[in-house]
């Protein structure tokens, strides 16, 4: 679905991701985890075209992603971040349907596809009307994950979804974005540096270390065959969170 | 997004509704006027002769002094004003020598400009001093001033700078005055009272001189050139309102030029000054009551004259604002972009701001001449950089997680900037934008100096003629209300316009958990 191809990025001197190879996989979790700064969040900013590679290139569909094709790639992308990322002057549907509404989409399909989402999402519809500075955190998360999903995109690209909420709340929300990507059965990629919500949520887990990709493999795979040291102390040190 | 559509509509009704009023008017003659109140007595007197004779007229009052006047009249801003044979000749003609009046006939035709016959008088300047003082120190004439180099002259900018002026007077008579002011005509008055000053420049005419019994020093030397009042008018004008306008000729000596003076400053008014020119010169004729033959002044109530004065001020702030809105919004969009174009229009914006307001109308003379257009420009200018400033710091201040948001969703740059970054950046727009119509409305009232009417008229008028009621009641007054107005309309925009989620604390802040989350969580943590 999408490759990155020799793909690196500098900031100056500063290198956020050397060179990589990686693949993803059509209609699965892919997770990206790793400490902070080594490169996870850089990968999914690429595959959005948000920031350009400095060498390599990113195929989507085997299209390479360049400024020509970003906004359609866009489009067929949903896009979720950290703490939701909600433009404070619209409200709940006013951010949910920004989009269709830029598109001219019929506003009959449109509202149903919202009603289905707020499901979907478990959102109260009697919240649509409210401005995200009236919502909970977790609210907030799911008003962002159906914005995301409103286009019914290709590819979910989750950055963090559920780093800024409380331990309740985003276990809550763990097991109900399972359930979606299950009922979804779309390609999705997640970043997370919780081995446990990647193991929860991901197929495949992509580990990161300084802008380098240590493995990539299932969580077994990970255990039982480790690449070097490195993925070795990574999951030792959040074995305790796994097991539980 | 609505908001927005309904602020456009807006804008378009308000540029429509002016370019009505604008293009409502009738072919008319425009007169101008200095800023003393001879000139604007003899403009009022021409205005109203005009008007007995069906001829519509505009009377430009207080435009500024001679080069002003004199540019308006060349770019035909204004088709006649009265002015002094003496000025002419040295300050517009700039000669050295001395000009017949058909020699100066000559010149002026040259710039498709007219003068009338002498009006009957002549009002040459004059240095004049409190009479005790002058006997005090022994002072009858020019030439006394040499033993008294310490004393203290206020005198007009206009006195101060031209050809004819204080230079030349100083030189003629060798005088060595260390101390000298520049100050406004009306106020050396009463700088002189109050001993602030010893001596000022004075026109031979000014009612004051009577009122505060001054002396005036005799020209022994003969400096003064004779200074006969004419009209100048454009030869592109008609020739039924030219032979209106010389109909004035030879019809006011010095002392009926005195009393209409001291009219005009009893009665703080120069409409009723006006009519007691019509009234004298009737009573010459007829022997009638003056007071039967008074005129029906053109504003009579102070209503419609402050509402006539607010109207044009309104109008003025409304067109400012429309256009620096216009211009200062992109401006400030271009600038909140990284880079040289950002700190060359904030840099530019800033020293523009720093310019002398009357210096910046001056600038625009030749290009603009003395019209409103003239006004607008120098407005435009100073309101653009709280408009310019706050747009860029608003745009500024959104933050990346929200900008890549709106690109990460698929929108487009130019909707990304009009859905998203305008919206949000809009609160701190608006307050740039008040904080413009607010010193715009204040800045406004300097915009009378080149004549352009408005609230700053009555304030010019009101020093004057020393009549604190005038530029409080008509001018101070409704400069204040009007800037309390449009800090209320404004108030009241930020509740259409603001959206409700931007008025709220910041959207982006986590809500504070509600009551049962709260047990929720200190029930787990227990576990």
Redesign the interface.
Known sequence: MIQLKNVSKNYGSVVALCPTDLSIEKGKVTTLIGPSGCGKSTIL?LI?G?ILPTLGIIEFEGQIISPHNI?EI??RTG?V???G???????ASQNVL??PK?LKQSQTETQQRLEELCQLTDFPPDLLNN???????GQRQRVSLM??LI?DPDVL?LDEPLG?L????RSSLQQELKDIFQSLGKTVILVTHDLHEAAYLGNVLVLLKSGQVMQQGTLEQLKNQPADTFVTKFITSQRSLIEI | MIPFLRLKYLCVCCIIILLLTSSIRAQEITIGSKKFSESVVLGEIIAHLLQKNAVTVEHKQRMGGTIIVWEALKNGDIDLYPDYTGTIRQAILKSETDLTFEQMQKKLSTYGVSMTGKLGFNNTYAIAMKQDKASNLGIQRISDLKNHPSLTAGLTHEFLNRQDGWKSLSKHYNLQMKNVKGMAHELAYVALRNDDIDLMDAYSTDAKLLEFELTVLIDDLEFFPKYDAVFLYRNDIDSKSINIIKTLEETIDEKLMMQLNQKAEKEKDYTVAASLYFSQIKSDLTQESPSNSMLTPTSASFTSKVAKFAFQHLKLVLLTMIFAVLIGVPLGIIASQPGIFSQLILGITGIIYTIPSLCLFALFIPFLGISEKNAITALVLYALLPIVHNTATGLQTISVQLRESAAAIGLKPSAQLTKIFLPMASRTILSGIKTSGIMTVALGTIAAFIGVGGLGEPILSGIDLNAPEIYILQGAIPVALLALLIHLLFELLDRIIIPRGLRQSDGNTQKRPKKDEVEELLASSAE
């Open positions: 900013r959005n948000l906004l866009r489009r896009y971040i950290q703490d990322g909600l433009f404070p002057h619209l409200t920004l989009m830029e401005f995200p500075g009236e919502l909970s955190g914005r995301a286009l690209l800024a409380d331990p309740i709340v």
